[in-house]
């Protein structure tokens, strides 16, 4: 090996380079300083990184040690870039065998430059130390030399352990102080050298046990310092030499496990989570200038030190294993070969061996999505031995899920989506399903209360990363509540349950169960899909849920409820005391939320197809129905089925008329809803509970059946075939019902756009056979014009334009003047086609109006101008009715083109 590797003998006289220090120049003015080293520091930067031509660099460097001997420190920042600078530019030369081949005419001058630039690098960091002699100071300057000791290239590792060595010699030589808080960054220092024991590299080993020899040495010259012992070095550097041993070539890994043992009475928990780090350290050099057999050496002393470490001073590192972990994890992303990431993931399990619940907790606190990374570190709890008790880090995660993900402050926390992520990975493992089955019932109901925890919670600075989205087919932003509910179907699946995890993809439960509005609809679907395939541990969930229904805030009880209800309908119900099933649904018609009084709907429905309950449940029909006030419709439909499978098994005769009343007024508002779903099933629902009804007809029952009659005529009319059949086949049943006879085309869904004799025909026979309900119709017709769906508007506006003239001889000037208000208004709405129906039916009122003379206010017996009393435009209020007519369309076609326009 060329003479750079050489280690250099050291007299105990000199200052660590063997070079006399220049004398310091006249001391420079602070600003002056800067920027003499500014200029250095570019100058040195301009130097070529692949050949030692001139002196620069040593000329560069002397400079700057002249100039530290000025009063004036360097500031952290300052140093770093200035340590930084020359390292580089010193380290990066090629090796001096290289340099010396590629110009064999300069090889002696090379080699006398280059001694001559390293040793001028070594004494500027000595310099830098005496300038400023603190436990910071000595760390800025050897906190750099880590990547270098670290390298691929030997040449590199052994000018970055040289210079290491002489600033621990300097240090050692000039101590004139004591360190009040011990020798700064020991565990990295130490460990960086340990690992170079074991370097491939001969003679960088022997310079790294030398290093250590000296380290030891300050460490007993501070021990000794603290009682007050003298000391003389020299013989304590000796003592220390041979008390750690000479190097070994053949086995270095004995000089590491002695150094480790001897080390012991200066290492704290800081030094033992810095040793353990920089041994992770040495497993990052995977650059292809590794050869085999040397990757394998440092994969060794990486391991050996580690195994060491944990091995004697495992209790000492309790308070940083969150330390550890993070940086296990961070490191884990610079080491790709397979070996080296085992022997990096050593201190998992055998940290987690002691200190479970430590180690659980501070994976927890993994980024979340979980990358490879961190769930290799998941893994290692179980396959690496000493593995973990699984019982035990299945509680944990498991305490962990029943947390609640967003605290009282309301910030949110991963402590919930990661123990999920966990366990996740602990499911991948085959020999753990024994121990999941044992808690398999709380680890699914903590799992889908979660679920709904996470609906909506977004979890601010974790988003899944490009690269892992590629390759995990994950979209880019990070849903949690898509993951949980990942998990729930993993957990199945594991557990045999593949025919529920099916029956759920089947009918969209998984979608369902991660939205707001469905998430109970989807817990129900999987609860009902287990009851079907008989699962196993129905009544382990069963006796498990029955305490929890009391338990938690409104989410938690939904989902335990959602799940509890479709339960009922197993045999082992009967055993279970009354009040915790009908009672506890009886109780829930109350509940102030509309989920859980339709749930409970749902539980009651479930319970009557019992013999001995359905008397009782019957009873409470009053109440179910009562109950769905001011639900949305969804809801409602949701429950009112449900409802329908109570009436199939009751005695007509002793059904109260009312309770049948009383959810058609609940059904009746939905018609109007904006969901195509809702408004066909409760129109649908609304004629099945018709046929249900039975004379005598009641007075309540006829003004419910009128009631109906706009609505259904008007929905008739909406551009959809389904809902409009529904109305057709509910206005029938009505019509059995009370012995309407309405006439023929009132069934037919054909638009009324050019059959205004048939709307006409409609209205007449309304009002001439519920003349005391036509305000009740006016008010309705009036009511659907502010549809936000245009054909309803339509078709109320052409509803209008019938019914008003038929209600002549009772209309009053109030409704008369919220009829005209609504027409002018939609004159001008947005769709055309409402523009031109409303000026018709302003037409066909105020003709109807001229003709028979109608005057304005019923019993009005005054003569009246109607030209004057009709102003329904100011730009025709003095023409007659013909002129208007033609006036009125004239404009609405003018709003139509004005809107084309537009």
């Not at 280690?7 to 380079?17: F, H, N, T």
């Not at 394998?296 to 000492?316: D, F, G, K, N, P």
């Not at 998941?378 to 609640?404: A, F, G, M, V």
């Not at 006796?543 to 989902?559: M, V």
Request: include cysteine.
């Amino acid at each position: 090996m060329s003479g750079e590797g050489a280690r250099a003998e050291r007299g105990w006289q000199q200052s660590g380079s063997g070079r006399e220090c220049p004398q310091p120049p006249e001391e420079p003015g602070c600003a002056g300083r800067g920027r003499r080293e500014e200029d250095d520091g570019k100058q040195i930067q301009e130097e070529p990184l692949d050949s030692l031509l001139s002196s620069v660099r040593q000329q560069v460097m002397e400079t700057l040690t002249q100039l530290s001997h000025s009063q004036l420190v360097l500031g952290v920042q300052e140093r770093s870039e200035l340590v930084n600078t020359c390292m580089k530019s010193v380290f990066s030369l090629p090796s001096v065998q290289a340099m010396q081949e590629r110009d064999e005419d300069r090889a002696e001058a090379i080699q006398t430059l280059y001694r001559q630039t390293l040793d001028a690098l070594q004494t500027l960091l000595n310099a830098l130390f005496v300038e400023d002699p603190t436990p910071a100071g000595l760390k800025s300057i050897l906190e750099p030399l880590g990547p270098w000791m670290n390298s691929g290239k030997a040449h590199e590792r052994a000018r970055a352990v040289k210079s290491n060595v002489s600033v621990l010699n300097h240090t050692l030589l000039t101590l004139p102080f004591f360190m009040s808080s011990g020798f700064p960054a020991l565990g990295l220092l130490l460990g960086r050298l340990i690992i170079r024991v074991g370097d491939p590299d001969e003679e960088i080993g022997r310079e790294a046990l030398d290093g250590i020899t000296i380290l030891y040495t300050i460490l007993e010259l501070q021990k000794r310092a603290r009682d007050k012992e003298e000391t003389d070095k020299k013989e304590l550097y000796e003592n220390n030499k041979h008390f750690l041993g000479p190097y070994n070539p053949v086995s270095p890994c004995q000089n590491i496990l002695h150094v480790i043992t001897e080390f012991g009475d200066f290492l704290g928990p800081q030094q033992v989570k810095d040793l353990l780090l920089a041994a992770l350290e040495g497993l990052k050099c995977g650059s292809e200038a590794w050869g085999k057999d040397s990757g394998e050496m440092m994969q060794l002393a990486s391991e050996v030190t580690l195994s060491s470490v944990l091995e004697r001073y495992r209790h000492r590192a309790l308070e940083v294993i969150p330390e550890i972990m993070q940086g296990i994890y961070v490191h884990l992303s610079h080491i790709q070969k397979p070996r080296a990431r085992e022997v990096a993931l050593l201190p998992v399990p055998l940290l987690a061996s002691s200190f479970m619940t430590e180690v659980v907790v501070a994976l927890l606190m993994c980024p979340l999505p979980l990358d490879s990374n961190g769930a290799e570190m998941w893994r290692q709890l179980i396959l690496r031995k000493p593995s973990c008790d699984i019982r035990d880090l299945l509680d944990l995660l498991l305490t962990s899920l029943k947390e609640k993900p967003v605290t009282k402050k309301g910030r949110a926390s991963i402590v919930p989506l990661a123990a999920a992520s966990g366990l996740c990975e602990l499911l991948s493992v085959n020999s753990c399903m024994g121990h999941v089955r044992r808690i398999y019932p709380q680890l699914l109901l903590a799992l889908l209360i979660q679920v709904h925890y996470h609906i909506g919670l977004n979890l601010p600075g974790h988003v899944v990363s490009c690269k892992d989205a590629k390759k995990d087919g994950q979209p880019s932003g990070f849903m949690p509540v898509c993951w949980v509910v990942k998990v729930v179907k993993i957990l199945l699946l594991k557990m045999g349950c593949s025919y529920e995890a099916t029956f759920l993809e089947d009918q969209g439960g998984w979608e369902l169960m991660g939205q707001a509005e469905n998430h109970h609809r989807g817990v129900s679907l999987l609860a009902r899909a287990m009851v079907q395939y008989s699962c196993q541990e129905l009544c382990r969930i069963l006796y498990l849920l029955i305490p929890l229904l009391e338990r938690g805030d409104e989410k938690h009880k939904i989902t335990a409820t959602a799940f509890f209800v479709e339960l009922l309908q197993m045999e082992e119900v009967r055993r279970i005391p009354e009040e915790y099933s009908l009672g506890r649904m009886a109780e829930g018609l109350s509940h102030q939320d509309p989920i859980m009084k339709v749930l409970s709907i749902r539980g009651l429905v479930i319970l009557a197809r019992r013999t001995e309950k359905t008397t009782k449940v019957q009873a409470l029909l009053p109440s179910m129905v009562k109950g769905l006030k001011s639900v949305d419709g969804l809801l409602v439909v949701e429950a009112v089925h449900n409802i329908k499978i109570i009436f199939k098994g009751q005695d007509r005769k002793l059904m109260d008329s009312s309770v049948y009343v009383e959810m058609l007024q609940i059904l009746l508002p939905h018609f109007s809803d904006s969901r195509e779903d809702v408004r066909s099933s409760c129109i649908n629902l609304y004629g099945k509970v018709v046929q249900k009804l039975r004379s005598p007809r009641t007075p309540a029952m006829e003004e419910q059946m009128i009631s109906t009659l706009v609505p259904l005529l008007l929905t008739m009319q909406e551009s959809n075939a389904r809902v409009s059949q529904k109305c057709v086949k509910t206005l029938f049943h009505c019509s059995c019902f009370m012995a309407w006879e309405l006439p023929k085309r009132a069934y037919s869904r054909k638009p009324w756009d050019n059959q205004q004799q048939m709307v006409a025909k409609i209205c007449k026979y309304l009002v001439d056979t519920h003349r005391d309900s036509a305000f009740t119709f006016l008010s309705q017709s009036l009511e659907y014009t502010k549809s936000s769906r245009a054909s309803l508007r339509k078709s109320s506006v052409m509803f209008i334009g019938s019914l008003v003239p038929c209600m002549e001889s009772i209309m009053t000037e109030d409704h008369l003047n919220e009829v005209k208000a609504a027409l002018e208004n939609l004159r001008h709405d947005p769709e055309a086609s409402v523009c031109i129906y409303a000026a018709q039916a302003q037409d066909s009122i105020l003709a109807s109006c001229w003709r028979d003379s109608w005057p304005l206010l019923h019993g009005d017996s005054r003569a009246c101008d109607l030209a004057t009393m009709h102003r329904w435009s100011p730009s025709c209020e003095n023409l007659p009715t013909s002129h208007q007519r033609r006036s009125w369309i004239t404009q609405a076609l003018g709003s139509l083109k004005m809107s084309l326009k537009q």
